[in-house]
């Protein structure tokens, strides 16, 4: 796939992260764009592909557009762009009174998506991404990825949508309409692969953190896992019950954190105690 020449005077900055930046046109509300950092060329073109395919399987995410390349070399996709949307991070951060509310309605999302079967032939197994990025992973030993591969394989197996990287900031909504973005590592499989990620956001992450992606202090996001944990696994279920089964999860999240940040994450790494010792 070619990627379409556009130039970056037309689109005005909004947001960054850890791949690359956000922006919005400057007069059509309805075009986003998001631009990789320099040197990421087949990463963009992988996830433009990706997010036509699970746009037209049904998930609710923004329709993609094209796979384009600025002037200065930086590749990235444009999106049709949800005029008027709000994440369910921001939402929070804005109307913390709010948080029990806002917490459901991101509880009903995942709840949706984690009973939505996929094409197998389409999408990759949650185990198979995590096998590999377990191998390419410098900062673990190889007896420690031993084990770490036993308890991979060992996950119950479904054919359930799996977002990747599920945290309230990747979720959004306009009045009654709500959205998942970000689905870069889209896959299958057991959803508990998925729900860690809004565990290690909220709680795990330091409050640093917490402050500068989802602009509320720790003690808030904490509140927004307890009431997203009481929606999603129901009320009747202790909550350290709950992060006693999710925990080992989180830390093997911390494989997509480290392939970003290419350094160990002992704050995530702690949660792998149980599968190492």
């Known amino acids: 796939m070619d990627a379409i020449k556009i130039s970056l005077d037309d689109y005005v900055l909004s947001g960054g992260g850890a791949n690359g930046e956000s922006y919005d046109h400057r007069t059509d509300p309805t075009v986003m764009l998001k631009l990789y950092h320099p040197g990421k060329i087949r990463q963009p073109l992988d996830e433009m592909i990706l997010a036509r395919k699970v746009f037209e399987a049904g998930i609710p995410t923004p329709e993609p557009g094209e796979y384009v390349v600025t002037e200065d070399g930086r590749y990235g996709i444009r999106f049709h762009r949800i005029v008027?949307?709000?994440?369910?991070?921001?939402?929070?951060?804005q109307e913390p009174g709010r948080v029990q509310e806002y917490?459901?309605?991101?509880?009903?999302?995942?709840?949706?998506?984690?009973?939505?079967?996929?094409?197998?032939?389409?999408?990759?197994?949650?185990?198979?991404?995590?096998?590999?990025?377990?191998?390419?992973?410098?900062?673990?030993?190889?007896?420690?990825?031993?084990?770490?591969?036993?308890?991979?394989?060992?996950?119950?197996?479904?054919?359930?949508?799996?977002?990747?990287?599920?945290?309230?900031?990747?979720?959004?909504?306009?009045?009654?309409?709500?959205?998942?973005?970000?689905?870069?590592?889209?896959?299958?499989?057991?959803?508990?692969?998925?729900?860690?990620?809004?565990?290690?956001?909220?709680?795990?992450?330091?409050?640093?953190?917490?402050?500068?992606?989802?602009?509320?202090?720790?003690?808030?996001?904490?509140?927004?896992?307890?009431?997203?944990?009481?929606?999603?696994?129901?009320?009747?279920?202790?909550?350290?019950?709950?992060?006693?089964?999710?925990?080992?999860?989180?830390?093997?999240?911390?494989?997509?954190v480290e392939r970003d940040t290419k350094r160990p994450m002992p704050e995530f790494r702690e949660k792998l105690i149980p599968i190492l010792k």
């Open 103 to 256: 917490a459901a309605e991101f509880a009903d999302m995942c709840l949706k998506l984690h009973a939505t079967h996929v094409d197998t032939k389409i999408f990759e197994n949650v185990k198979d991404r995590y096998l590999r990025l377990l191998e390419e992973n410098p900062f673990f030993t190889v007896q420690e990825k031993d084990k770490l591969v036993r308890f991979i394989s060992d996950a119950p197996d479904t054919d359930m949508a799996v977002h990747g990287d599920l945290q309230f900031g990747n979720a959004i909504f306009v009045g009654d309409k709500r959205y998942f973005i970000d689905l870069g590592d889209f896959s299958y499989g057991y959803n508990r692969f998925d729900v860690c990620m809004v565990y290690l956001c909220c709680v795990l992450s330091e409050e640093a953190f917490i402050l500068d992606a989802f602009h509320m202090p720790k003690a808030l996001s904490t509140r927004f896992w307890e009431c997203f944990a009481a929606s999603y696994f129901g009320a009747d279920r202790p909550l350290k019950d709950i992060e006693e089964e999710v925990g080992p999860y989180a830390g093997i999240k911390t494989l997509i």
């Open 84 to 93: 008027g949307k709000k994440s369910y991070a921001r939402a929070v951060s």
